[in-house]
Structures are given as structure tokens and as C-alpha cells.
């Protein structure tokens, strides 16, 4: 039996069955709560900012299914808007007007997106972008940052961030070293690391992929030039610049990271928040580079439920919600209200504590920091975090069940959640 306070005994039910018919009783790694110990709860249904297991317990969440709930679970705009969508059917697979909308707004809101192919998750979009920039420069080799996760795709399961990290796979078996002998690695915030890599490869590396604000080693925010620099090195040695912002579209600001930041990179891939909770990815960026994705160009990449008509009209109406005055400014401010508060409070009772938010993407690292890269935060008490995302979920708030991994808050939190959060927060620390 799990040693909670709160009655979880159909999760518990549900989940033992769930270990017998799949590996691991999830459809994803990180859900399994391994990292942090104890049993996941088994989700009812959610709304807004809260969830409810199948116990009936309720719980506020700063997971939001992994980022696209920025809007809050299930707002009644995008129901109702997927509700009339249902009536004309769940996929077309041919061109559809719904396409056409959420391109351009897509088009109109990410600087570096000129074209744009969606996809029907950010591990496919991180797939056709690594083709394309292939196929564009004509060179093979690629650089990312240890702790950084870019989706499934062998190619990237080198040093990976999220569920990789979390469950210690430095890499996966199953992948061929011909698969990885392409992919370089470098330290996070570290520049230097990335000229040196450029000089050893020089003329065969297609580009460098990044999360612009790291989500997937813990939460961990690009040092002052660090994506200047990427951009001067990439121009200085004819590669490209990728900033993956699966996780930080739509949510470091309506641009993302590079508006944020003011910094271009030549595609980007994206996710998450612009399917509003249903199955979606997509890249974009230059039309030079865009122009060669199949059929308008040879690099070949399809897909049978891409652009489907409902993730179309979930990703709409998610954007045009957060496209209301005043949105980023209320989530950066409660974000920081929590992460701020967080922080006092590890600091009140005696913890090595550091981390930060931007925008309404947040973290905490039970270490004194400060972590700059993957190699600092798995110096962070993994153990202590454990203890304390128990002793969260067992007063009512749910976090995401990892240290490698980051926060997530909604314009549906609202200051009294945050107060909550922290009342609870300082109960659970002060006993850690
Ligand atoms: P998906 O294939 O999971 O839609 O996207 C892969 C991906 C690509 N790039 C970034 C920056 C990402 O954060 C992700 C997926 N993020 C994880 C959470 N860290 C998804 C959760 C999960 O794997 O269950």
C-alpha cells in the first residue's frame, strides 16, 4: 500500500491493472512517478486549474498536461468551438480551410516562421526539422545541450532531458550508434563548448537544436548572450540555428522565447499549447529552407491525422484566448508570485534551493546552485524533491512528478490558488 493521507485507493486499483496491459501502466515514462516514488494518481477529469482523481480528490495543477492547458483545462470556448467542429467530422485528410487560419496565425506570431508544416507531436516535429536542416545544408552532424529533450526521434536520445533524465537512460538501447555518431553534445549556457565543436566539425554540422529556456533538465534560463552567441556562431560557420519550443511557444510570450529574447533562429518546432490539448506539433521558419519540405520540395515528410480539423480548432482558439490584453502580463506576474514564494520559504526553512520563472514556466532545484546547465542540476537533492512533490500531491497540489522537469501555470490560476499553493508549500518544506 502507498503511505498517503489521502484515500487513493481506486487510482491504486486502476493503476495495478494499468501495469498489466501497459509497459508500465502509462502511455508515457514520466507519468509513472518513478522518479519521485509512491504511485501516480489515476485523473478523473480536469478543469481549469484543478484536477480530480478517480477517488475524487482534488488537486491544483502546475502540470497542465505538460504545457498546452495555458489557457486552463477544458475552457468552455475551446469545448464548445470543438463541439461544432465534431459535427462536420473528426478528420479529413485533405486541405482544410482550419489549416489555412492557424498557419497564419502561427505566421503572424513567431518571428522566425515565414512557412509552416504541422505535424501531430513535437517528437515529429523535431523529426522533419532534423531532415530539413540536413537536407538544406547538406551536412549531417548536429549539436544539442545536454538536459535537453527533443522528443523520442533516436537522433536526439543523446544525453536527453525529461523522462530520459528522470529515469537515468543516458541512451536508449535500441538505438544504433550510426543513429547517434551525428549527434554532438555540449553543456548548456556554455558557448565556448559550441565554437570548439564547430572548429573539430568544421563544414559538417547542419545546425544546433535548443530549448531557447530549458524545461526538460528542471527549469533553466539561457545566461545573458547565450542565444546572441548561438546566433553569431551558426551565421559564422553556416549552420543553422533551431530553437525547439515545443514547451516555450505561445508561453514565454505570444512570440515565444525568440521574442522573448529578440533572438531569430532560422526554424523553430513547436507544440503543445498550439493544439489546445489535442495531438499536434509543427515546424516552421525560413521560406527558403520551408520550400523544400515535400511535395513543394524533395525532403519527404507526411502524416495520416496531421492538420486535423480538430486539433486545428483547439490551437485557434487557444491562441485567440491568449491573445486577450493583459494575458502574459497576469501569468508572469502570479508565476513569479509562486516561484518568488517558493523560494523565501526554502530559504525560511533551511533549504538549498534555487530556480526561477519565466513567464509561466517555473522551477525549483533543491540544490544552492545556481544551475546554468544539466550537469548542475543533477547536482539538485532528487530525494528531497521526491518528499516534497509527495507531500504536495498529499495536500491538494499537483506538480510534475520529476526535478528534470519544469512548472506550468495557467490564466486560470487565480492569486488564491498561488496563496494556497504557498501555505501548503511552506507546510510541506518546513517538514522535508
Ligand atoms: P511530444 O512528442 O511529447 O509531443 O514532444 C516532444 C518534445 C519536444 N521538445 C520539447 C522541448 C519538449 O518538451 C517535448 C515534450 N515534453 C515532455 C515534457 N517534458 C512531454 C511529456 C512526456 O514526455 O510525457
Redesign the pocket.
Known sequence: MVNTTIKTTKSQEVFAAAQNLMPGGV?????AFKSVGGQPIVFDRVKGAYIWDVDGNQYIDYVGT??PAICGHAHPEVIAALHEALEKGTSFGAPSTLENVLAEMVIDAVPSIEMVRFV???????MGVLRLMRAFTNRDKIIKFEG?????ADT?LVKA???VATLGLPDSPGVPKAATSTTLTAPYNDLESVKALFEENRDEIAGVIL?PV???AGFIAPDAGFLEGLRELTHEYGALLVF?????GFRIAYGGAQEKFGVTPDLT?L??VIGGGL???AYGGRRDIMSMVAPAGPVYQAGTLSGNPLAMTAGIKTLELLQKPGTYDYLERITKKLADGLLQIAKETGHAACGGQISAMFGLFFTSGPVHNYEDAKKSDTAKFGRFHRGMLERGVYL?P?Q???GFTSFAHTEEDIDQTLAVARDVISSL
Open positions: 502511455s508515457s515514462p514520466v507519468r505538460w504545457g501531430n507531436s513535437g517528437t515529429e516535429a523535431c535537453c529533450y527533443h522528443g523520442h536526439f532531458g525529461s523522462g530549448e530549458v524545461g526538460n525547439d519550443e515545443v514547451m516555450t518546432t507544440g503543445k495531438p499536434v506539433g510534475a520529476s528534470f522537469e519544469a
